[in-house]
């Protein structure tokens, strides 16, 4: 599976953002996925999850309520869409799909990762 990750960008604080994660093939439905994101100068946080189904959610507390994860498995896409931003939303953000049973918040439970789509949040 490759992921393809894009939607990022400059954007004020308070502002929205959507990004995208376009997967290469039918079977990627099948996976759970999920948004990580790094910092300058910090390690590779977990930001969301959702299951192959689309019925299970779960977010990191730093954004929760603020960003939704979504799937739209006839396009083989991974949405978050990430609003009331903050300067410290300011991130390479990364998508990954998972066979693992369950949601994780673990990078090593994440077989497949995407190239990353920077995202600045201006003060």
């Known amino acids: 599976v490759q992921l393809q990750a894009s939607g990022g960008g400059l954007v004020q604080a308070g502002g929205s953002l959507r990004l995208s994660c376009a997967a290469s093939r039918r079977s990627s439905s099948s996976y759970n996925m999920g948004w990580f994101r790094q910092a300058p100068g910090k390690e590779r946080e977990f930001v969301a999850a959702?299951?192959?189904?689309?019925?299970?959610?779960y977010y990191a507390d730093s954004v929760k309520g603020r960003f939704t994860i979504s799937r739209d498995n006839v396009e083989n896409t991974v949405y978050l869409q990430m609003n009331s931003l903050e300067p410290e939303d300011t991130a390479v953000y990364y998508c990954?799909?998972?066979?693992?049973?369950?949601?994780?918040?673990?990078?090593?439970?994440?077989?497949?990762w995407g190239q990353g789509t920077l995202v600045t949040v201006s003060s």
């Open positions: 959702i299951s192959w189904g689309g019925r299970s959610t």
């Open positions: 990954a799909a998972s066979y693992r049973s369950g949601l994780s918040i673990r990078e090593y439970d994440y077989n497949y």
